[in-house]
C-alpha cells in the first residue's frame, strides 16, 4: 500500500514508519504521497486513535525533502502534485481529528522537521537533531516549516533556524518548545506508544475539539478563539462521553467513552 513506509497498527494506534536507509530517510515524491495517503487514512480509519509518525534506525527520523528530487524541480512544481501532497498531508495531519505523534529518532531536517511540527506531540531521542538547513540550498522550507516553527517556538528562534540555519541539539528542542521531552534511543518507541496509550483513554470528542479549539485559535483575535472554544465546550456539554466521564468521576471508577 506505501512505497517508503510500513504501517503496524496495535490497539487503535497506528505507527507509521519510513524506511530509506539509503538517504537517511530523506523522503522522495513517493514518500510525499505515502505520508498524504496516510493522513487520509488515519482520519477516516474508525478503528484507529492515534497516530505516531517514525524513522526506521538509530541515525535519522527524516533527513529532509530528498535533495535530488529537489534539483529538478521548477516553479510549477510547487503548486502540483505530486509536491503539494507533502503540505497537503501536514495540513490533514495537523487538523486530524485525532492526536498525532512524532517520535524522532536522530535527524529531522528540512521537511523532516515540517513532518513532525505539523504533528501533535514531538518526543526526541538523545542523539537528535532538528533543523532546517534549506538556506544552505538557497531555499526556504517549502512545507509549513516558516509558518509553524515560528508559531510553535517564537520568531526569535525560527529566524535563527531557518535564516542563520540553526540546528538543535535534543536537549536544545525541548529548552525552545519544539519537543515536549528526551529520552534513550531505546526507550523512545516504548514512550510515544505509552503517551498514545493515554490518549487512547481519553474521550475521542474533547480530543478532538480541544485539538480544533487550540489550532484554530491561531488564526484568529482573541474574542474569536474564546467564543470557537465557548462553542466547542458547549457542544461536549450535549455528548454521552460528558455524561460518561463525570459520572465516572463521581462513582469513583474509570471513565468508558464510546465517542459519542
Ligand atoms: C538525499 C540524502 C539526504 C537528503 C542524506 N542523504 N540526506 N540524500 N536527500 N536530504 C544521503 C547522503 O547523500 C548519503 O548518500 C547518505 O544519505 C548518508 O548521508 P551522509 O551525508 O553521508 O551522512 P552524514 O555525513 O552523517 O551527514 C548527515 C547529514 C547530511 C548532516 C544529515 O546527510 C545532510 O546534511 N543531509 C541533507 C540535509 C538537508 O539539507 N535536508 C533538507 C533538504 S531540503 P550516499 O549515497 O553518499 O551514501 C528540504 C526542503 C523541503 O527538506 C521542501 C518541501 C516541499
Redesign the pocket.
Known sequence: EFTHFTLEEQEGIAIFTISRP???N??NQAA?TDLLNFAEYLEKAEHLQVGIITGAGD??FI????????TGMVPMD?VNPP?TD??QALILLESCSKPVIAAING?A????L?VALACDFRIVSENA?L????V??G?I???G?TQRLSRLAGIGIAKDMILAGRTLSAQEAVTHNLAMKVVPREDLLAEAVKLAKSLAKKGPLALRLGKQAINRSLDVDLKTALYIENLTFGMLLSTDDKREGTRAFIEKRKPAFKGK
Open positions: 539509503e538517504a537517511l530523506a523522503l510525499w541515525k535519522s533527513a529532509g525533502a530528498d535533495i535530488n528530487t529537489l510547487a509536491c507533502l503540505g535527524y531536517l528540512g521537511g523532516g515540517e537533531a533543523g532546517l538547513p534549506e544552505g540550498l531555499l522550507p517549502g512545507a516549516g
